[in-house]
Structure formats: structure tokens, C-alpha cells
């Protein structure tokens, strides 16, 4: 699965982004999408997931701000920030792979190595 993100960029506090991660794949509606960041220094951390079926979960650090979606139509996954933080600054990468157990998701949906295909990354900077 090749995933290609896009949309990062330097922003004011308070304002908005929306990042995009393509997918170049069929299998793309079988799969978990998640967003990731990574912060110069820090390990990288899970923001949000989408299931195939559209359930939504997020990190604390992205509730009530961030929100994720998809269009099957487009093979696209979206992650639209608002009211973005100096600590929301990082590369942010899409991730893919097919979902943890249910009995496991609360613990897994959030770890790297739940994920076998990448995006390269798109930085976003908040000042």
C-alpha cells in the first residue's frame, strides 16, 4: 500500500489545517487509516483512527479539535485540525494496516507497530 500525505504547513496558534493521505490501494476499505505525529525528539504518537466501518477514536491531545474522515471515492483520508497548539507542531504521517483485534484495539490502535505501510510525512508547524 503506498500512501502519499499532503496539506502541512506553518499556522498561527488557533488556526486550521487539513491533511490528506492518499491511498494507492484496493485494499484501502479493509483497512485501519491512522494519523500519527511525531515531535523533534519525541516517539512518534498516535492521533486518531479510522475503522473500516467509520468508527473514530482520537487522543485525548485531539479530541474536540481534530477530526478524521475518509472518502472511499477518492482512496483519501483526511485529518482537518482546528484550533491547532504550539504542541501539535511535528510530522504527521497516515498509516495503514488491517485493524487490532477487538479485544486489543483500546491498547494497539495507538502503537506504530500496529501499522505496516507508511506515508512519507508532512510537517506541520504551529507558532
Known amino acids: 500500500v503506498q500512501l502519499v500525505e499532503s496539506g502541512g504547513g506553518s499556522v498561527q496558534a488557533g488556526g486550521s489545517l487539513r491533511l490528506s493521505c492518499e491511498a494507492f490501494?484496493?485494499?484501502?476499505?479493509?483497512?485501519?487509516m491512522a494519523w500519527f505525529r511525531q515531535a523533534p525528539g519525541k516517539e512518534r504518537e498516535g492521533v486518531s483512527v479510522?475503522?473500516?466501518?467509520?468508527?473514530?477514536t482520537y487522543a485525548e491531545s485531539a479530541k474536540g479539535r481534530f477530526t478524521i474522515s475518509k472518502d472511499r471515492a477518492k482512496n483519501t483520508l483526511y485529518l482537518q485540525m482546528n484550533n491547532l497548539k504550539p504542541e501539535d507542531t511535528g510530522m504527521y504521517y497516515c498509516?495503514?494496516?488491517?485493524?487490532?483485534?477487538?479485544?486489543?484495539?483500546?491498547?494497539?490502535?495507538?502503537?506504530?507497530?500496529?501499522?505496516?505501510?507508511w506515508g512519507q510525512g508532512t510537517q506541520v508547524t504551529v507558532s
Open positions: 498509516a495503514a494496516d488491517f485493524c487490532p483485534s477487538a479485544a486489543d484495539f483500546g491498547r494497539k490502535w495507538s502503537r506504530t507497530r500496529s501499522y505496516s505501510y
Open positions: 490501494d484496493q485494499a484501502y476499505d479493509s483497512y485501519c
Open positions: 479510522i475503522e473500516p466501518d467509520g468508527i473514530k
